[in-house]
């Protein structure tokens, strides 16, 4: 036998931003949120801030277990609640860059109510949606963005309700960015973050990825590589689309891009501002950035 | 017909032979396969239901409460978070009086985030007016839905079946499913004496002056304290019809027992082969597994302590700052009753750390050999 020359152990290029101690993690192979936590921890090599100022938060779920791995300050919530902890994180400390990392059925489902008066706020935050269209982490159950006709283990003849349009819904409450990729976009995905960490005020990245022992299973999809091929021949880039276009229907076509990014006063900036105006000289602004 | 299946079919299955009209449910590790098996009986027919899949457990159970008000039967399952988000609601079904049935898994609540079993989750909601069934076995799981369908829609009282995670929700077991034509014998169609109809309009839970208020909690606690009665009543009814009888407590080899294990949900037949060890080593010992936590059965839990020389209670659970919380109830039930039994309590087995024989072993070891225990909570297996 050979005497095995000792090479330095291969490194993970996204090591320094794991707990290391937490891997390996639960995703199944071909699942697509690891590559979302690709792109977000290349955007943060990309951008010049303060790591130390960044929070993350997530809620339950599959996508839920990404506040669990990432080496930033970071705080796993109970179901649906990521954006009121987030919230909470960015009025006591608005110094923070707060990032909201969780899925569909978390932030839409039982968190739906705190999506929308969060965008309505304009609070200052970036949400990334990972969307698998389906609860996954409880066993594959309709979700309110599972597309109609598709098969769930709660839906087992066919989905009849009609989903959500994350990005619809975003731009309808008031988000200042909106944009939506696959998992397949990944560079388009990691400059979109970037984007949103830059912007002030509420945006929302949504990332449909494959769920490929549930969702795809079920619905005999195939595997990671051919939903790939499926986003690959059917997202469709439209950058600025009207968002009342952007239903995803079952294996359809999917508009993807950068939909909205406009300017409107943040929650912080809207109550100074008003408060000012009522008190005058009285009031001391709260948490304003330079 | 007798089938494998786990503890959450068997939820699925007692709510599908009780006829359950309104099914509304939101999935939660270690629930879901209850919900899953349910829509599909619900999509194939099987069950004659409707089934919402709602976006949280507050919604489901306001569902199931709006469903119930009408006049159908509900049935939800959930656990530990999901339950702690039901609260609210929970009020809302007792208070009420619409007889809701839930199955809940016993689950830890978080943080840190658990998917294992305790009973944290179902007895922090021990004061809402619901009525607790703890279950040991699958058959057991079955059996009490049906039975609780039954007891709630006699008394307009909701009730909460209750297994543990994991060690029952996902265990298969061999269960006799009843006849369904001898169900519908046990459990005629719920016909409520008020409900909510256009033919006869009425309104349901306005603004209650202190007037009324008082008198409305007063006639639940009343109709509460006729349950154990009931349940005995209904558990030989079932024995009657289906071979089983169901009844408020699980005693074995209690009669002449001078130690006696208190315990509950699967640690219950844990408890049995400690139970054997002694017996076999000529120590007099007995288990009396609680089947029934709300209503409390104060008659029949001191008929058969207050026989014992010392009581070892082991909880699955703790009140902080208290002790565990089956503990201060058998205290609570066995104050003022002859002599001055020494009411032993043991924690173990928090957030699904396993409870084995051993682990009665040692409960049973420190029992024989303190005259009275040395603390209110006696550890079992804690890393100190």
């Keep these: 036998m050979t005497k095995e020359t000792e090479r330095p152990e291969p490194k993970n290029p996204v090591e320094d931003f794991l707990r290391m101690d937490r891997i390996p993690h639960i995703w199944c192979s071909g699942c697509g949120i690891g590559v979302v936590v690709s792109s977000f921890t290349d955007a943060l090599r990309k951008s010049s801030f303060d790591l130390n100022k960044l929070a993350i938060v997530s809620g339950i779920g599959c996508t839920g277990r990404v506040a669990g791995y990432i080496k930033l300050d970071s705080f796993h919530s109970t179901h649906g609640r990521p954006i009121p902890f987030a919230t909470g994180l960015k009025l006591a400390n608005p110094e923070l860059k707060v990032v909201v990392f969780s899925g569909d059925g978390d932030i839409f489902g039982i968190g739906g109510n705190h999506f929308i008066h969060a965008a309505r706020r304009n609070m200052d935050m970036v949400v990334i949606c990972v969307n698998n269209f389906n609860y996954a982490m409880t066993g594959g159950q309709v979700a309110p963005t599972s597309p109609t006709d598709a098969n769930l283990s709660t839906a087992p003849y066919g989905n009849f309700e009609h989903p959500f349009s994350l990005p619809y819904l975003a731009d309808a409450c008031g988000a200042s960015y909106v944009a939506r990729w696959t998992c397949l976009h990944i560079r388009r995905v990691t400059k979109s973050i970037q984007e949103a960490l830059d912007k002030k005020g509420f945006s929302l990245i949504e990332v449909i990825a494959p769920c490929v022992t549930l969702y795809a299973r079920r619905n005999r999809l195939g595997d990671g590589l051919n939903l790939l091929k499926y986003y690959y021949d059917n997202s469709v880039i439209q950058h600025g689309a009207d968002t009342r276009t952007l239903d995803i229907g079952y294996q359809g076509k999917m508009i993807v891009g950068k939909f909205i990014d406009r300017e409107r006063p943040t929650f912080l900036e809207s109550m100074n501002t008003h408060m000012k105006k009522a008190l005058g000289d009285k009031y001391v602004p709260y948490g304003e950035q330079p | ?384």
Aim: net charge negative.
């Design chain 2, 1 to 384: 017909m007798k089938k494998v299946m786990m503890g959450n079919h068997a939820l699925s299955y007692g709510a599908m032979l009780s006829r359950a009209q309104v099914i509304a449910a939101y999935p939660i590790t270690p629930q879901t396969q209850v919900v899953e098996l349910l829509s599909e009986m619900c999509a194939d027919k099987t069950l004659n239901a409707k089934f919402i899949k709602v976006e949280s457990e507050h919604s489901a159970m306001a569902a199931c409460i709006g469903a119930s008000i009408t006049g159908a039967r509900t049935f939800t399952a959930t656990s530990a978070q999901g339950l702690a988000l039901m609260h609210e609601l929970l009020h809302w079904a007792s208070g009420g009086r619409l007889p809701v049935v839930m199955g809940n898994i016993n689950r830890s609540m978080a943080p840190g985030w658990s998917i294992w079993t305790d009973q944290n989750d179902s007895l922090s909601e021990r004061d809402t007016g619901w009525m607790q069934f703890y279950c040991a076995s699958n058959q057991e799981v079955l059996d009490t839905v049906i039975q609780a369908f039954k007891v709630s829609e006699t008394l307009a009282i909701p009730s909460m079946v209750i297994l543990d995670a994991f060690t029952l929700s996902h265990t298969y077991e061999v269960v006799d499913i009843p006849d369904k034509a001898k169900v519908d014998e046990y459990l005629p169609p719920f016909k409520p004496p008020y409900r909510l109809t256009p033919d006869d309009p009425h309104a349901f839970n306005g603004l209650t002056s202190p007037e009324h208020y008082f008198e409305l909690r007063y006639k639940l606690q009343k109709d509460m304290e006729k349950v154990p009665a009931l349940i005995e009543e209904t558990g030989r009814e079932y024995e009657k019809l289906f071979g089983r009888y169901l009844g408020l407590v699980d005693d074995y080899l209690c009669d002449d027992a001078e130690i006696i294990l208190v315990t509950s949900g699967t640690a219950g037949y844990t408890a049995r082969v400690a139970v054997d060890e002694l017996r076999g080593s000529g120590v007099k010992a007995g288990n009396l597994r609680m089947k029934v936590f709300r209503p409390f059965p104060f008659e029949v839990v001191q008929r058969i302590l207050k026989r014992a020389k010392k009581v070892a209670v082991v909880d699955r659970n703790i009140s902080y700052g208290h002790h565990g919380i089956f503990a201060q109830e058998v205290k609570s039930a066995l104050y003022g009753q002859a002599g001055d039994i020494p009411v032993f309590g043991f924690i173990a087995g928090l957030g699904g750390r396993d409870i084995t024989p051993a682990s009665f072993r040692e409960v049973v070891d420190y029992t024989l050999s303190h005259d009275i225990p040395e603390d209110n909570i006696l550890w079992i297996g804690v890393k100190k």
